[in-house]
């Protein structure tokens, strides 16, 4: 996405935070573009989750009320990464749940996606640490979102963490857990860079039936400082079709089950 389109995509959420609806032909006179490039704009953000298409015009799904968290730069950034192969993941990931679970959502953006891809279902338990999750299905009233209490170390992560993480998911037990990671490795597992985010996942992974890793291609082979899980405990890593024959073969000789989307 070109930084023009970037710009013109935040300003409509903007419009649409301070009036809840507008029209294609409104935001072509506000934001001086054509009514093509103003309907791609909702397009693309009604593939992110953030807005529903109307009649000659578009209204807010609800999870874009939190203004602070959708223009956070740093979160803007990395989710602008590998969009489209992360929304292939997402659907992959979502399609696996079953009405009745309970599943986990580590923060990240991939699972950010997951939860996306989940609002229009209806009895699953969602339990995260990641505040901009709790804050995207506040609304969603069909799904029952638990938040981990926790501390909020880095600015633009939204994970939880500490103690108090660790003590709200010690109380659960996950049919299934999606983990987003940066970097997974056939020989190392899934790491992370921060040492207290990892800790929380690996109580994630401990309380969980089944290990998902949502990873696109670029992650691949990646290894970070802080170890979340060994590669026995992934039952199943979704990644996109950028990931090489060598990897693939490589995680499949660790016996971790892959599916390419």
Not at 127 to 141: C, F, K, Y
Request: glycine fraction near 6%; include cysteine.
């Amino acid at each position: 996405m070109s930084s023009k389109t970037d710009k013109r995509a935040k300003d409509i959420l903007r419009l649409l935070l301070r009036h809840g609806k507008t029209s294609v032909e409104d935001l072509t006179a506000e934001l001086t573009a054509s009514p093509a490039s103003i309907r791609r704009d909702l397009t693309r953000l009604e593939e992110q989750g953030l807005v529903y298409r109307t009649h000659g015009g578009a209204m807010l799904t609800g999870k874009a009320v939190y203004e602070p968290f959708r223009f956070d730069a740093s979160f803007h950034v990395r989710e602008d990464r590998f969009t489209m192969e992360k929304q292939r993941i997402a659907h992959a990931a979502a399609a696996l749940v079953k009405e009745n679970e309970t599943i986990g959502l580590a923060a990240g953006t991939t699972t950010t996606l997951v939860a996306r891809q989940l609002q229009q279902r209806r009895g699953i338990h969602i339990i995260t640490n990641a505040v901009n999750i709790g804050m995207e299905l506040s609304s969603v009233t069909a799904l029952d979102t638990t938040l981990t209490g926790g501390a909020m170390r880095w600015a633009g992560a939204f994970s939880l963490v500490g103690p108090a993480a660790i003590e709200t998911l010690n109380m659960f037990v996950l049919d299934r857990l999606f983990l987003s990671v940066t970097g997974v490795d056939p020989e190392r597992g899934a790491t992370m860079i921060e040492p207290e985010e990892a800790a929380v996942f690996r109580v994630m992974v401990r309380q969980a039936r089944e290990v998902v890793v949502v990873a696109d291609s670029s992650k691949m082979g990646m290894v970070s400082p802080a170890v979340i899980c060994l590669p026995r405990e992934i039952d199943l890593l979704i990644t996109d079709d950028g990931i090489s024959e060598e990897a693939m073969n490589a995680f499949t000789a660790n016996e971790i089950k892959v599916l390419v989307v």
